[in-house]
């Protein structure tokens, strides 16, 4: 079974600042991980995605994840923070195909603010 | 252009009367999704498909079903809609999974 804990519900930080979301998981197998951006009253976008190649992964808009498997992590940061940067950021988990089950799971979110 | 689409966007309803909100892509994906997003809780997935006639149960699939006749839909069905069935649904497609997720625009859906 796997599940993902995103470990604050709501994190702000002043624009120019680093940002930091922390993304915990749980799969019995080798995970893909993801990072979603939802911005008020819009669909989901992805930011990123880990498969099993390299373990820093590089996303859009200046983001981007490592994934360490002996933490269990795979936390998002982005080295400066832009007012177009506040919005809701999920992480995902699915375990590989061969684990006899192709659900994803979302984490609960965290909400990004950004103080000018 | 690629997308996924969704109707109704907004729907406003009462418990009992069946529904549908129907979701289509254009893109040839195999694997399709939806979820229910609700304050705090994030997205649960619902039910999803790896291909026609091929559907699975997610997290939270009471009182939902789907069905997958052809490549591009994938309907989702309330038989007897009941107000704790009040929330935002997104549907999602994927070339195959695990990876990247397509979003529909969403549908806000009221039961009253």
């Known amino acids: 079974a796997q599940s993902v804990t995103q470990l604050d519900s709501h994190v702000s930080v002043s624009e120019g600042t680093p940002v930091l979301l922390r993304c915990n998981y749980s799969?019995?197998?080798?995970?893909?991980l993801f990072w979603y951006v939802q911005h008020p009253n819009k669909g989901l976008q992805l930011l990123l995605k880990y498969t099993s190649a390299a373990t820093l992964v590089k996303g859009i808009n200046g983001f981007e994840a490592e994934f360490k498997k002996s933490e269990t992590s795979f936390h998002l940061t982005k080295p400066s923070a832009h007012m177009s940067d506040a919005a809701e950021y999920f992480c995902?988990?699915?375990?590989?195909?061969?684990?006899?089950?192709?659900?994803?799971?979302f984490g609960k979110g965290t909400k990004l603010s950004v103080i000018p | 252009e690629a997308q996924v689409t969704q109707n109704p966007r907004y729907l406003i309803t009462v418990t009992g009367k069946k529904l549908t909100v129907t979701c289509s892509q254009n893109?040839?994906?195999?694997?399709m999704s939806w979820y229910r997003q609700d304050p705090g809780l994030g997205l649960r997935q619902i039910y999803y498909s790896m291909n026609v006639e091929v559907t699975d149960k997610g997290d939270v699939p009471e009182g939902y079903k789907v069905s997958r006749k052809e490549k591009r839909n994938f309907p989702l069905i309330l038989e007897s809609p009941s107000p704790n069935q009040t929330s935002l649904y997104f549907c999602?497609?994927?070339?195959?999974?695990?990876?990247?997720?397509?979003f529909g625009p969403g549908t806000r859906l009221t039961v009253l």
């Open positions: 995902v988990v699915s375990d590989l195909p061969g684990a006899g089950s192709y659900q994803l799971t």
């Open positions: 893109m040839n994906h195999e694997y």
């Open positions: 799969s019995s197998y080798s995970p893909s």
């Open positions: 999602a497609s994927s070339p195959r999974t695990p990876d990247t997720q397509y």
